[in-house]
């Protein structure tokens, strides 16, 4: 085996697979990183037991030609050594060679490492890249329903399901949602073209991040294709794919209230910054508390204390108020995580009273919804 490639291409690609590689796989070839030459792509490949991702490196880009001197092979070479190489390697050109012994010799200008590599006799063979259960949705789309709803997944494995984000397909409207019990999260947008007609499945939550990581922000389109078990992302150069979580996801529909005793419509990065200065003397033993009180002429404050810091309390005038008075604490993480995903100068604020979940959206926008439990202080 053997190719010479321009190293920016190769450690873009590298950096894209290595995120599917950990040293603490029970399958000790997969800690190393897969090189196939075939077809005129140099194909790189990184796996765990969630996991795989696959970038293939095309011979020419346009009219550029990204790889020379290509003659077919396959090779496992080692995690973090093999990047680490390309990463330090002095000029734009880089040559591998690999011999009978699974020697791997890499070449740039005047330095050249010498890998020893494994045989790809025994990595876990892929499944086919097919299904046609599909759709098509664009690149940037798909970053904004993960960011809007993947930090709400939950960190403990209580409740495996609840660290998965519940992705729903149907009459062409794709929902995402995710709860970890204390919040829930759901975002949705109608998708032009589908060659399934209805979906209901749970992704890792872990996996949508390392997704949305390796993702360039472009408008142009990724497939979505349902597999047996697994679900998997494309584009031209790029393959994801992940594991399902097994079970139901539980109906939280019925924990969205249906109506407002009391709406806040306030400025997002003005709420922000509040809620940042009251979190500095927030009891953090107590998940950073912050509270809410409702004032006359559209003023809130917004205060936290911790006994053995001290207090602090801000007033902060709102665009508008509507309702009930009302008094509520809740964590001042929840509350900065969801107003940070959100996208909008102004945020809506519904409140149903001072023990029940309260909800943040966008005024007159149905499509993201971010809900909170709010906690009892006295």
């Known amino acids: 085996m053997k190719f010479v ?20 796989t029970v399958i000790p070839i997969l800690t190393g990183m897969k090189i196939d030459v075939r077809n005129n792509h140099v194909i790189l490949t990184g796996s765990n037991s969630d996991i795989t991702i696959q970038a293939h490196i095309p011979q020419k880009i346009g009219d550029e030609e990204i790889i020379t001197n290509m003659s077919e092979g396959t090779i496992i070479l080692p995690v973090p050594h093999f990047p680490e190489i390309i990463k330090k390697l002095p000029e734009e050109l880089v040559e591998i060679t690999v011999d009978d012994e699974l020697k791997a010799t890499i070449r740039s200008g005047h330095a050249v490492f010498s890998l020893n590599g494994q045989s790809s006799e025994e990595y876990p063979q892929l499944p086919p890249f097919q299904s046609d259960d599909t ?24 409740r495996p399901i609840l660290t998965g984000v519940n992705v729903k397909l149907e009459n062409k409207e794709l929902e995402f949602t995710a709860t970890d019990s204390h919040r829930l999260a759901l975002s949705s947008l109608e998708i032009e073209e589908a060659e399934i007609d209805d979906m209901n499945i749970v992704i890792p939550g872990k996996s949508l991040q390392e997704l949305s990581k390796i993702l360039e922000d472009t408008d142009e389109k990724i497939n979505v294709s349902l597999m047996k078990n697994q679900i998997l992302f494309s584009t031209e150069n790029l393959f994801f794919l992940s594991r ?73 005038n709102v665009n508008s108020f509507d309702g009930d008075e009302l008094k509520i604490s809740f964590s001042s993480k929840y509350m ?31 499509s993201i919804l971010q809900l909170i439990l709010p906690v009892r202080t006295f």
Do not use: C, W
């Open 5 to 24: 490639i321009k190293k920016q291409h190769l450690l873009n690609n590298i950096q894209s697979v290595v995120n599917a590689i950990s040293s603490r």
């Open 244 to 316: 399902l979580l097994n079970g139901n996801y539980p109906e939280t529909s019925r924990l969205i209230p249906d109506h407002s005793e009391t709406t806040l419509f306030v400025d997002r990065r003005e709420l922000i910054h509040t809620i940042e200065r009251a979190a500095l003397l927030a009891n953090r033993e107590q998940n950073n508390v912050v509270r809410l009180d409702t004032k006359e002429d559209n003023i809130i404050e917004v205060s936290s204390q911790s006994p053995e810091v001290g207090y602090v309390t801000e007033e902060l």
């Open 135 to 158: 759709f098509e949705i664009s690149i940037n789309n798909l970053k904004t329903l993960i960011k809007q709803t993947v930090f709400a997944v939950s960190t403990m494995e209580t």
């Open 336 to 366: 900065l995580d969801t107003l940070k995903t959100i996208e909008n100068e102004e945020v809506q604020i519904n409140f149903t009273g001072a023990m029940r979940p309260f909800i943040i959206k966008i005024p007159n926008n149905e």
